[in-house]
């Protein structure tokens, strides 16, 4: 029996003195944004692809009246990404995260992350006129 306790106690005493290399949490993922390959939609869109298992990004410009249209509901900025035909899948889910506005905006940026669970994020921005101009 000693035979087997000692060996077993060294192995045990090595295992929790050694310096610890293993690592249980996820790897970090490597991604370098340079190498983004932007396309334009049939639309007119501007869109990136991730990768895979990431999201599809897209930025869209629309008007106010459309941005009101789009930001009344969730179906109907649905159904608008949907008729647009931005991304690969359909959308399950639409949420407005952050809309900023300004007193004299003519116009919006959209910014659109578009996940591997089909939802899509939008970030409304809205453009001053002050900026337009130059």
Known sequence: MNRIISPALTVLLLLFLLPKERSFAREEAKFDLGTL??????????????????????????????????????????????????FKRKLIKVVFCEVTSSDDGDGWFLIIPHTPRSTASIVAWQIPKKMKEK
Do not use: C, R
């Open 37 to 86: 390959k932007w396309e334009m939609t049939k639309g007119g869109v501007p869109k990136t692809d991730l990768g895979p298992g990431l999201p599809e990004v897209a930025i869209l410009k629309v008007s106010n009246d459309l941005f009101e249209k789009i930001h009344a509901s969730k179906h109907a900025a649905m159904d608008y990404l949907e008729g647009q035909h931005i």
